[in-house]
């Protein structure tokens, strides 16, 4: 079983910067996607960002301009720069892997992200 563990998250001022790293172990498996996802305080779990295996890459709306998504696929490793945060970025980020075939989901546990003056 693959495993994933975030690290990065803290307490950031409007405006200022973080960097996110999730970083898998364990037996390596195909992977089609690696991402982000975010949930914050009374709301559902949204993707934030994601590359696929051959490099394309996605984001959400909110957070075009202002992140950058990164990946390894031989180090099975994704970062998420996240720069001018907002206030509304804050969260709990879960890094993620997906696999199509068969579709199968990893999670990390989460790291927190709080975005205040």
């Known amino acids: 079983q693959v495993q994933l563990v975030e690290s990065g998250g803290g307490l950031v001022q409007p405006g200022g910067s973080l960097r996110l790293s999730c970083t898998a172990s364990g037996s390596t498996i195909r992977v089609n996607y690696m991402g982000w996802y975010r949930q914050a305080p009374g709301k559902q779990r949204e993707l934030v960002a994601r590359?696929?295996?051959?490099?394309?890459?996605d984001y959400t709306d909110s957070v075009k301009g202002r992140f950058t998504i990164s990946g390894d696929n031989a180090k099975n490793t994704v970062s998420l720069q996240m720069n001018s945060l907002l206030p509304e970025d804050t969260g709990l980020y879960f890094c993620?892997?997906?696999?199509?075939?068969?579709?199968?989901?990893?999670w990390g546990k989460g790291t927190l992200v709080t975005v205040s003056s």
């Open positions: 590359i696929s295996s051959g490099g394309a890459i």
């Open positions: 993620n892997m997906l696999r199509i075939f068969p579709i199968t989901n990893y």
